[in-house]
T-cell receptor, first 112, second 111 residues
């Protein structure tokens, strides 16, 4: 079944740890995105990719980094987690052109 | 001024009510508009997608676009408790045509 998967769903981790949030899609989409969402707040784009080896920063500055080595995989990495990184991280993908993003279920990150 | 402004709510209505959710936008060049529904601790799911001015209907949901006023609306008829969620308007904007989201309206439909 074509879908977009995010793991883990929940992550509680201590300050200073390196973390990687996984995102994979089986829809064959070229474009992939990472959004950050705090409770009751709007989604903010932090990274996007048009395809393999293409990554761009979004509107919201983020200390995270991303990579796109395979079309279906778009992981997000924080080298040293801090409490200010506590948030929900949402991965999405879409076809090229004026297309609609489809979202994963998100990863709720809590940094203690 | 934000590119997309959305009535923040929260909104609480009785089952069966007609719900109106609204957003305004600032750039008259925007051409298509989306509504997403987001349940608690889940990712947003696409509800409606409209390209032009006027109305688009899908079951109990109607999306309305008024480009002259830069105003978009989502109407829910015969609202159900399962419609309780946060509703987000979204508009592709910027040179990269990435989605800009409204802040969301939290809706509760009481049985």
């Amino acid at each position: 079944e074509a879908d977009i998967y995010q793991t883990p769903r929940y992550l509680v981790i201590g300050t200073g740890k390196k973390i990687t949030l996984e995102c994979s899609q089986t829809m064959g989409h070229d474009k992939m995105y990472w959004y950050q969402q705090d409770p009751g707040m709007e989604l903010h784009l932090i990274h996007y990719s048009y395809g393999v080896n293409s990554t761009e920063k979004g509107d919201l500055s983020s200390e995270s980094t991303v990579s796109r080595i395979r079309t279906e995989h778009f992981p997000l990495t924080l080298e040293s987690a801090r409490p200010s990184h506590t948030s929900q991280y949402l991965c999405a993908s879409s076809e090229s052109g004026h297309s609609v993003p489809f979202f994963g279920s998100g990863t709720q990150l809590s940094v203690l | 001024q934000k590119e997309v402004e959305q009535d923040p709510g929260p909104l609480s209505v009785p089952e069966g009510a007609i719900v109106s959710l609204n957003c305004t936008y600032s750039n008259s060049a925007f051409q298509y508009f989306m509504w997403y529904r987001q349940y608690s601790r889940k990712g947003p799911e696409l509800l409606m997608y409209t390209y032009s001015s006027g109305n688009k209907e899908d079951g109990r949901f109607t999306a309305q676009v008024d480009k002259s006023s830069k105003y978009i609306s989502l109407f829910i008829r015969d609202s159900q408790p399962s419609d309780s969620a946060t509703y987000l308007c979204a508009i592709p904007s910027g040179s990269a045509r990435q989605l800009t989201f409204g802040s969301g309206t939290q809706l509760t439909v009481l049985p």
